[in-house]
């Protein structure tokens, strides 16, 4: 094992005896530093796989993990170990304790979305209040910071200020009732709702602490208060823990996370050990002093400098442009040249940015100099609203014992069935341990609400009962147009759409759903049923989530979030303005702190070519609006770095490249 560590990594993987911090720079081998502990662990320390947990924070991450740690391990050694997400734990929590909690077996998560849909229903159902889907929105931020932070409803009503918290403090009361009625939780709730169990309930936190005997924690300057809680409880008195951090790759503070959780662990663990990993596998040493230069300019809990042996490099090279299109058409003349002059291949390169929309005018070009290039973290065809809305009624006409398919359709489009009304079929379906949709046609229930609300959800009832004996005698492609006509569903998207534009995109969206079930149907030569079409589509669905992303010789698009834990031969930053990044929001100088961080984290993606653009003008609403390069350009260091407009090309450097470039054309005309 020693051979394959530095000495660092190695004094890291054979801690005992007392809680460990891995601050570990960005390339340093954190996670060859994890997966060799947990092998140490269980080989040399006596501690059995079943009894160590080692927590992540992403599925990607926790996949690559379980990858390495069985190329250490032989199945038998492994058996029992816990590798998961935060996530993933929380909820084999809830799944062994939902009884604890107050659940029934089969409780549903919800997604943003479907949070967003009852959100919606808990504003509409207020007389007083215009349906705002922005306010709704900003509400379920507020409402998720709260969770995140582990503040009940309740003590959110103390600590609301603004008119707007107060009113997310009433939402979220609600909110939660409705959760319990359908026997649902949110995303939060899978690390709120253990959280509270071990906080109420000593022994099963005792059940628990035994085991989960050892912790190993990645990517700790990422947890939020109930992560950071939830982990000091389930290391309790024996402290076997071990977590890996930087402070600098800090950059999901709007998601929650809190880096002082780094130097809180020193309070909580005075014999606290730590081990720094400095010595970087990835970049070049222009590209790391540069990094180090940069991040410097922000306070620091740690101190610490990355350096590497892998030689001084290539200049960091800025590139001003005249406009965003002008921006483009450089970055890909640039990928051009390194293609045709090194050989560089299109999955060795990517482009990087603060917001997702920057990706637009890049698309449209690569598409048109037949590039390929393949887009991470955007929106997948299952996550979009009106893709989920059709689907949604496919599965309840399959399965009317499917009750987020029935929560998420019943009022969409609206039929005015108010959050009070659900609440209580909720409630009576809980109590009489049966579907929503069985419940909604017993008497019990029929007793609890209004006569209108009654006839309101009889005629959604009627009228699903019909689409089902249709879905036994028509072909399900055309069940669907029907679903989509007797909704008027188009019309509904041009009325709920940001633009007409986007409606049509919307609606073009739900036509691609009707056409994959024609495809899938005559396929099958038209044996398939409704219900095993509906199941390939959520297999699809499910594969789509969780799917490594494809081999190909493509450039990668993403923004700086996505791209971190990556590493690029060649990577482009884009659009480095104020205004963009930093982001215009980040006034407050914490906030700026935060934005240094992300253009850290982009800067150290990059292992031997970095280049980094900006526009001096952009199109604003319609007009010309000039642009200030980022102050983080300025924080650079002059001798690491190249400026395009103010580089003088001699006459050897113009021969040189003109005769590479015969030379590659030679090449490929000999191949």
């Not at 959780?261 to 909580?268: P, T």
């Not at 359709?409 to 409630?427: D, F, H, W, Y």
Request: charged share 30%; with cysteine.
């Amino acid at each position: 094992m020693s051979s394959q560590l530095n000495p660092q990594q190695q004094a890291a993987v054979e801690h005992m005896g007392s809680p460990l911090l891995v601050l570990a720079g960005a390339g340093s081998g954190k996670t060859r530093v994890i997966t060799q502990k947990v092998a140490w662990l269980i080989r040399n320390a006596g501690v059995e796989a079943k009894n160590i947990a080692a927590i992540t924070f992403t599925n990607k991450a926790s996949r690559e993990m379980k990858a390495r740690v069985s190329e250490l391990l032989s199945t038998e050694e492994a058996k029992g170990l816990t590798v998961s997400t935060f996530h993933t734990l929380g909820l084999n929590v809830i799944r062994q304790e939902y009884k604890a909690l107050g659940y029934k077996a089969g409780f549903t998560i919800f997604d943003s979305q479907d949070s967003s849909t009852i959100l919606k229903e808990i504003t509409f159902s207020d007389a007083n209040e215009e349906d705002d889907n922005d306010k709704n929105e900003d509400a379920r931020w507020i409402i998720s910071r709260w969770k995140n932070d582990f503040i009940s409803p309740e003590k959110a009503f103390e600590i609301a200020t603004t008119p707007h918290e107060v009113k997310a403090a009433k939402m979220y009361r609600v909110y939660q009732r409705q959760l319990k009625a359908y026997n649902a939780i949110d995303f939060d709730d899978l690390i709120v709702l253990p959280l509270k169990l071990f906080k109420e309930q000593p022994e099963i936190l005792k059940k628990w602490q035994n085991k989960l005997r050892y912790l190993l924690v990645d990517e700790y300057q990422d947890t939020n208060t109930c992560q950071y809680e939830m982990v000091k409880l389930l290391a309790g008195v024996r402290k076997q823990l071990t977590v890996v951090g930087d402070d600098d790759q800090s950059i999901y503070a709007w998601r929650g996370a809190k880096p002082e959780n780094i130097a809180q662990l020193q309070e909580d663990y005075p014999n606290l050990k730590m081990v720094k990993l400095e010595q970087n596998y990835r970049s070049t040493s222009r590209i790391l002093e540069s990094a180090n230069q940069l991040i410097s300019n922000n306070p620091h809990l740690f101190e610490k400098k990355l350096w590497s042996a892998l030689g001084e490099g290539e200049k960091i090279r800025i590139i001003p442009c005249r406009t965003a299109e002008h921006e483009v058409e450089t970055v890909i003349g640039e990928i051009m040249k390194f293609n045709f002059r090194d050989k560089a291949k299109y999955q060795d390169m990517a482009i990087l940015y603060r917001s997702n929309h920057q990706s637009r005018l890049f698309e449209r070009y690569l598409r048109s100099n037949n590039i390929a290039y393949k887009i991470s973290g955007g929106t997948s065809f299952f996550e979009r609203a009106e893709v989920k809305d059709i689907l949604s009624y496919l599965r309840l006409i399959c399965n009317t014992s499917d009750d987020a398919a029935f929560l998420r359709v019943i009022n969409t489009p609206k039929r005015s069935i108010g959050a009070s009304t659900l609440e209580k079929l909720g409630n009576y379906a809980n109590e009489r341990h049966i579907s929503m949709f069985a419940a909604s046609q017993e008497m019990g229930f029929a007793q609890r609400v209004s006569q209108k609300a009654v006839a309101r959800v009889e005629n959604f009832i009627h009228w699903i009962k019909d689409l089902m004996q249709a879905s036994n005698e028509v072909a399900p492609h055309v069940l669907v147009e029907r679903i989509v006509t007797e909704l008027a569903y188009e019309d509904w998207l041009l009325n709920t759409s940001a633009s007409p534009k986007q409606a049509e995109m919307r609606m073009s969206n739900v036509n691609e759903i009707i056409d994959w079930t024609r495809r899938i149907y005559d396929d099958g030569e038209g044996k398939e049923t409704l219900a095993e079409i509906i199941a390939h589509m959520c297999l699809m669905d499910l594969l789509e989530r969780n799917k490594e992303e494809e081999e190909e010789n493509a450039i990668s698009l993403m923004t700086m979030h996505t791209a971190k834990g990556l590493e690029f031969p060649y990577v482009f930053i884009i659009g480095a303005e104020e205004g963009t990044l930093p982001h215009a929001n980040s006034v407050e100088d914490d906030a700026v702190e935060e934005e240094r961080r992300l253009a850290y984290v982009g800067i150290t993606r990059a292992r031997r070519y970095l280049t980094i653009t900006f526009a001096k003008s952009r199109m604003q609403y319609g007009e010309k609006t000039s642009c200030e390069p980022s102050r983080f350009l300025e924080e650079l260091p002059e001798e690491h770095v190249e400026w395009a407009d103010r580089q003088v090309t001699t006459p050897e450097q113009m021969q040189e490249t003109a005769e590479s470039y015969i030379t590659n054309l030679q090449a490929m005309l000999d191949d």
